[in-house]
């Protein structure tokens, strides 16, 4: 008689004698999922612990006979994914080409579904990795003071105070309380399209930590085709029936310590609010409807928040007014005005008087209304702004990112006189300029016995010194001071791939060596600064350091596939002035080109050889280029229909 063979279905693992004692536990999530938790010895004597989760997906055949059964490996892989945040995460199995597909013709969206939302591709093992890796990552307890000044003991003490000194901080003093809705219910006179809401998941960024929901973005985004027309029913069922949702206003609120304060009180927390895709979502949309008419109130003077501008053009435009100071015999005054708190204490009943002054409709003004009033925490702005003051020279007087305003003027008499007009205007929408954090800065060139030593060389805009040779030794300290934080990984020359140092060198170091380094003017020895400390950087992750190696920098460049960083700095500016000269003629940046290469002409040269200086830069590079420095108004125009053609040289 024949006997049958038992089957068994499942999975395991094979566990060797050495590891052995480093396992920690196994669990069986089903069938189909395991998972292995160790903790391995590291040479410093710590230990690293790591999770192995095994899969075996279904087949395509067992998918169609069964659709349910890969909606619950995902609910199941979910669970088996979740670790803390120290803890490493590796993926294996067979999928059969079956996990992360949402349907017969997904296959790819499927696959960056998987990637994008549970972290399983490489760049999100190799930061997450670096990040435990890292010198100094054992982060303290956060230490909070209760309203008497002594420190909280309790992790639930602890949240309960930062709770409610938020919930302090955002409600209004005034009582103000903004309704979702006004007056009878009515569906949007243009209703939400379903390719409005596929435009904004499109725009929404893999990797970001979810919500309250627990959904991420990515189940949005690569799922748009199933989410979409749900989306879409729900937001204009919303506005319909006047019915809240509850989702938009949920919110996981963060609180990290403000570097350079303090610990203990609560106010010097900075607060970062965890939302909803879903809020996500609704909030583009109504961005995409408004963005041209606040582009258009806001004026040219303000960066923040615009399509085409960032703080480097603002940088860029004052360091150019510093090159005629260096050239001319000019100087001249500044203003910086620094408010408390000023996405926090404006009234939202003025955001919303501010958008019908900029001519939005009641569709638009609906959508903003639902997202204030259903705010946790909301990013808010204000285009009130008091009149600045007139300028016979065209000059640009007037610059804004965000909250952060400088005036410049020939004199500081009028900025002194401007600065409580300012105060009063913002005041009354319920901005608070902080007049003992105002600063004003006289930028001049002092004799040669104190020339260098100015007070404006150290002078901060935006992130960035004022003087470019300062900003780039400071940018060379912390260069060094993020290099050394992952020395762990750099010292590592067998176990991790110098393309994978290259790549978290590039991400975590150049990046900050290099921070708006589009408009640095400096002699060629503090540039050389620079480049010796990148070759530095780039001998410690090599290996090839003097005695055990010598190689030319030549050799050292072509075998981490790069270049000195001062090349790059010179395309980078050269790419940034061509940026400028499309931007509209009534930009400060484009004010600032004006004023320097044409209405600068008035004042006297100084003698002797100038100080190297942006406009010098400029004209030299336009002049290896057979191109000429534009020195009438016709050639700075020929000039500016030549960089629209976005001719790469």
């Not at 480093?22 to 230990?47: F, K, M, Q």
């Not at 400088?406 to 005041?427: G, H, T």
């Not at 060629?524 to 090599?542: F, N, P, Y």
């Amino acid at each position: 008689m024949e006997q049958k063979k038992s089957i068994h279905h499942g999975l395991g693992f094979v566990i060797g004698p050495r590891l052995q004692n480093h396992v920690i536990a196994y669990g069986r999530v089903s069938d189909r999922i395991a998972t292995l938790d160790l903790s391995l010895p590291l040479r410093n004597g710590r230990t690293a612990k790591c999770r192995i989760v095994n899969v075996y997906g279904p087949t395509t055949e067992k998918a169609q006979e069964n659709p349910l059964l890969v909606e619950a490996l995902y609910d199941e892989l979910s669970n088996a994914i979740e670790i803390p945040s120290r803890w490493l995460l590796f993926v294996c199995g067979d999928f059969n080409s079956k996990l992360g597909k949402l349907s017969k013709t997904d296959h790819d969206a499927g696959l960056n579904l998987c990637i994008g939302s549970y972290g399983m591709d490489d760049c999100s093992k190799m930061f997450r990795a670096a990040r435990a890796l890292r010198v100094g990552t054992s982060t303290p307890s956060l230490l909070v003071h209760n309203t008497e000044g002594h420190f909280i003991a309790t992790d639930k003490g602890k949240a309960d105070g930062i709770r409610e000194w938020f919930l302090h901080q955002f409600t209004d003093p005034d009582g103000e309380k903004l309704d979702p809705f006004q007056g009878d219910p009515s569906p949007l006179e243009v209703p939400i399209s379903e390719d409005e809401v596929k435009r904004a998941i499109a725009s929404l960024r893999n990797g970001r930590s979810a919500g309250p929901d627990g959904v991420s973005n990515e189940l949005f985004k690569y799922g748009s085709d199933i989410t979409s027309p749900v989306l879409t029913s729900i937001l204009n069922y919303a506005f319909e029936h006047q019915d809240p949702i509850e989702a938009i206003g949920d919110g996981t609120l963060i609180a990290l310590p403000k570097p350079k304060k303090p610990p203990g009180p609560p106010a010097n927390l900075r607060p970062i609010t965890l939302l909803n895709s879903i809020r996500k979502i609704l909030s583009t949309v109504a961005l995409h409807r408004i963005r041209d008419k606040i582009d258009n109130f806001t004026g040219p003077y303000q960066s923040g928040f615009k399509r085409g501008r960032s703080c480097a053009d603002i940088v860029w435009a004052q360091r150019m007014l510093v090159s005629v100071v260096m050239s001319k015999h000019w100087d001249f005054h500044k203003m910086g005005i620094d408010m408390s708190r000023a996405f926090d204490t404006v009234k939202r009943s003025k955001i919303l008087e501010v958008l019908d002054q900029a001519g939005c409709n009641n569709d638009e003004l609906r959508l903003v209304r639902l997202l204030l009033s259903a705010a946790l925490e909301t990013v808010r702005r204000s285009s009130a702004r008091p009149n600045s003051p007139v300028s016979e020279l065209g000059m640009p007087l007037e610059m804004e990112y965000a909250d952060d305003v400088d005036y410049l003027d020939e004199e500081k008499a009028p900025l002194e006189r401007l600065l409580p007009v300012a105060a009063r205007n913002l005041k009354d929408s319920n901005l608070f300029v902080n007049e003992g954090k105002t600063e004003f800065t006289h930028v001049y060139l002092a004799d040669k016995p104190r020339r260098g030593e100015e007070e404006w060389r150290k002078s901060k805009i935006l992130g960035s010194l004022l003087c470019s040779s300062a900003d780039i030794e400071a940018r060379c300290i912390m260069g060094n001071i993020a290099f050394r934080s992952f020395c762990k990984i750099w010292i590592r020359r067998s176990r991790v791939p110098l393309t994978r140092k290259l790549q978290l060198y590039n991400a975590c170091c150049v990046s900050i060596m290099l921070f708006n380094c589009n408009s640095w003017a400096a002699p060629r020895t503090v540039i050389e600064k620079l480049d010796t400390c990148h070759r530095k950087h780039l001998r410690a992750i090599t290996g090839l350091q003097w005695p055990r190696s010598r190689v030319t920098n030549d050799t050292l460049y072509k075998v981490c596939n790069t270049e000195p960083l001062s090349v790059k700095v010179e395309k980078l500016r050269w790419s940034l002035f061509g940026h400028i000269l499309r931007m509209p003629q009534d930009t400060p940046a484009q004010k600032a080109l004006e004023f320097s290469f044409l209405s600068s002409k008035r004042y006297k040269a100084r003698r002797g050889r100038h100080c190297i200086n942006l406009l010098n830069l400029l004209k030299g590079d336009l002049k290896r280029r057979k191109l000429g420095p534009p020195t009438t108004e016709k050639k700075l125009k020929e000039l500016r229909e030549l960089a629209k053609q976005k001719t790469r040289q």
